[in-house]
């Protein structure tokens, strides 16, 4: 990702690059979206699960770590509610350096935990969420063997805007719309940085209204006050007091753009949707963007809708991370499985064929 970029990163030849073959991800064209928004509007899904650790934070982490070699580092450290920590773990371990990780306690998917400790990271978990971690992680504070691989450090959100560019490439120009779920407001800061970015390169024309969701529990961005208990299924994005607050407000003003917020109802709905009408399996906290454009298309309220756009609009929506990694609220409404006999009757009778 960072050779296809490079002109536009803070990466000149001298920095060693640790990848994993980052960026690239599909832009996929959904028709069934596009019919249910109507107007003739085309709507992409950009699939930031098909990164090398299954998220988003995969295109920070390659410029954030490549740039903390130059600097001789000898660890990461992070707060996160999952994915963070799941690149952060494999990007030191591709390094050769350590990772610390601080995480709030019984609140980490699964799968994000799993990476964590394959990638050999060291976890501590506190008594206490996603705010108080980073509230930890930043008292530490940088010095010459840390570096903070939070979306506080700004090669991480130079790294994140690539995925603006990718979108702009291949669509030729830049969407009319762009939705994405918010927690941390790293990655719509970043987005944001990357479409005025290609616009003042003239690689596009126009910028796109920047749309984010958070989910209804931990929305202190939609509701303009810390939220001291954020709560939500969503738990990547289970975050009460965003780092990157003031850059997010700026996206949405600066881009006429909106934030709005989600229950966790429509979240879960949205993620089995997209699995069975798309087949893309993407995490809860991911499902959010489609979450939010099921709400745009169904609502007659109009600064809150997608029933006054333009005809031929095209919407792009980010989902973030890979279904795999949260599979535990999927695994509670699956049927046990009974076996039958292991006879063509018996499965013929089983698929009621
Ligand atoms: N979606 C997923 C899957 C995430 O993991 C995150 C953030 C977001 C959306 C929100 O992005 O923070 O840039 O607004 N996860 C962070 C983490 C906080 O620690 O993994 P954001």
Redesign the pocket.
Same mark, same amino acid.
């Given at each position: 990702m960072i050779e296809r970029y490079r002109e536009f990163l803070p990466v000149p030849s001298a920095t060693p690059i640790i990848s994993l073959g980052e960026g690239n991800t599909p832009l996929i064209y959904s028709p069934r979206l596009s019919e249910r928004v109507g107007h003739g509007c085309e709507v992409f899904v950009k699939n930031e699960g098909i990164n090398p650790t299954g998220?988003f934070?995969d295109r920070g982490m390659t410029v954030a770590v490549s740039k903390a070699m130059e600097r001789g580092t000898k660890a990461l450290i992070c707060?996160?509610? +999952? $994915?963070?920590?799941a690149s952060a773990a494999a990007y030191a371990a591709r390094a050769g350096i350590s990772c610390v990780v601080i995480l709030p306690a019984g609140k980490i998917a699964t799968g994000k935990l799993l990476q964590a400790f394959i990638y050999g990271a060291k976890i501590v978990a506190i008594d206490g969420n996603?705010d108080d971690a980073l509230r930890v992680v930043r008292e530490l504070g940088e010095t010459d063997d840390f570096t903070i691989v939070n979306?506080i450090n700004p090669d991480r959100i130079a790294g994140q805007k690539t995925a603006a560019f990718e979108i702009v490439d291949e669509l030729g120009d830049a969407p009319d719309f762009h939705l994405l779920?918010?927690?941390?407001? +790293? $990655?719509?800061t970043a987005y944001w940085a990357g479409y005025r970015e290609y616009l003042a390169r003239e690689r596009s024309t126009k910028l796109p209204s920047m749309i984010g969701f958070q989910a209804a529990g931990a929305a202190p961005i939609f509701y303009d006050r810390i939220i001291d208990n954020p709560e939500t299924v969503a738990s990547?994005?289970r975050?009460g007091n965003?780092a990157s607050w003031k850059q997010a407000r700026a996206a949405i003003i600066e881009s006429q753009g909106a934030i709005d917020v989600v229950t966790d109802e429509d979240i879960l709905a949205a993620q089995s949707w997209l699995a069975q009408q798309e087949g893309i399996f993407v995490?809860p906290?991911?499902a959010a963007s489609i979450a939010g454009l099921f709400k745009w298309c169904d609502s007659d309220d109009g600064a809150h809708s997608f029933q006054k756009i333009l005809e031929s609009s095209r919407i792009v929506c980010t989902v973030?991370?890979h279904g795999l990694k949260d599979p535990d609220m999927i695994i509670r409404r699956m049927k046990d499985l009974k076996p039958i006999a292991a006879t063509v009757a018996d499965v013929r009778r089983a698929i009621e064929l």
């Open positions: 998220s934070k707060a996160s509610t +999952g $994915n963070t920590s996603f979306s779920p918010v927690g941390n407001a +790293g $990655n719509i990547a994005i975050i965003p995490e906290a991911g973030t991370g």
